[in-house]
């Protein structure tokens, strides 16, 4: 156990010393950057091709380069990276991506460590029907490791844009045929359209001033029955001395929060309250009645 003590207290020393130190940086010169708003043009000659060869170094903060293209005409783009890989810190891991923007910045191919021409050191992208238009070109490390020289080299060619074929109007329905209109007006001599009915809402007669408001009549009455059912508690409350009472009003018992409606017939009246029989038999055995 004490070896592979020494043997860790060693490798963080050798580490302490002044081992491989990998950039913590993200590889461009400024957080801020933005290098695709200003992409180094590549122009086509008069075969129409172009070239450009570089060097990148996530380490010298040279981690990807940007690159527009303008497209004269519709056709297709074929794209060549030629790539040399980093000397002595070349890995197993080590690949330099590639993938191209069409004008609306959206990406239309592309070649990194998830695509199958991972780590390739020849890249060979074409792609067909474009249109005329600025594309940029995007050459990056992914590695904090990674460095590279590369060239690419991009051939256009142009191609007749293919003919969009329709069958229209082969296939719209034909209009159906309309009614006919006669040339003169064939309106009854003595058609007379509807008139609009009036209306007239009557109103009860303010009272005149100084009229006091009439005042809500309060009863109450004696709870004479509770049962459980589903959604509380059923009280039946009787009707014998509360002629006044009828379906509608809202029973109030003290101690339980709410009104509850009513329901009467001949004898009893009846509501379900949200309380349990304890509390209801809590607030007296009587109800306060309200309209």
């Known amino acids: 156990m004490r070896w592979i003590v020494l043997v860790l207290a060693a490798l963080v020393g050798l580490g302490a010393c002044g081992g491989t130190k990998i950039p913590v940086h993200s590889g461009y010169k400024s957080d801020k950057a933005k290098p695709w708003k200003k992409p180094k043009n590549l122009t086509l000659d008069e075969k129409l091709e172009a070239k450009s060869e570089g060097e990148l170094s996530y380490r010298d903060l040279r981690r990807a380069r940007w690159y527009a293209i303008q497209l004269p005409s519709h056709g297709e783009l074929s794209l060549k990276l030629e790539i040399t890989p980093p000397g002595d ?21 592309k070649s990194d460590l998830e695509d199958e021409d991972a780590g390739e050191l020849t890249k060979n992208k074409t792609l067909f029907d474009l ?30 844009a293919a003919e969009l074929k329709t069958d229209f109007p082969a296939l719209v329905s034909f209009v159906p045929a309309l009614p006919m209109v006669p040339l003169t007006d064939d309106t009854p001599a003595k058609y007379r359209p509807p008139t609009n009915a009036i209306v007239r809402v009557s109103r009860p007669p303010k009272p005149p001033p100084g009229t006091p408001k009439p005042v809500a009549t309060v009863l109450s009455a004696r709870i004479v029955g509770v049962s459980v059912v589903t959604g509380g508690t059923k009280i039946t409350v009787g009707r014998g001395t509360n002629t006044g009472a009828m379906s509608g009003m809202k029973a109030k018992l003290a101690g339980i929060s709410g009104t509850y409606s009513i329901d009467c017939n001949e004898n009893t009246c009846s509501a379900t309250i949200s309380a349990t029989p304890d509390q209801i038999r809590g607030a007296g055995g009587s109800v306060t009645l309200l309209p």
């Open 89 to 109: 810190e070349a890995n197993e891991d080590f690949d330099l991506a590639l993938e191209i923007l069409d004008p609306g910045f959206r990406v239309i191919s």
């Open 131 to 160: 249109e005329p238009g600025k594309y940029l070109i995007h050459v990056y490390l992914q590695g904090r490791m990674d460095s590279a020289d590369y060239v690419l080299r991009a051939t256009f060619k142009g191609t007749k």
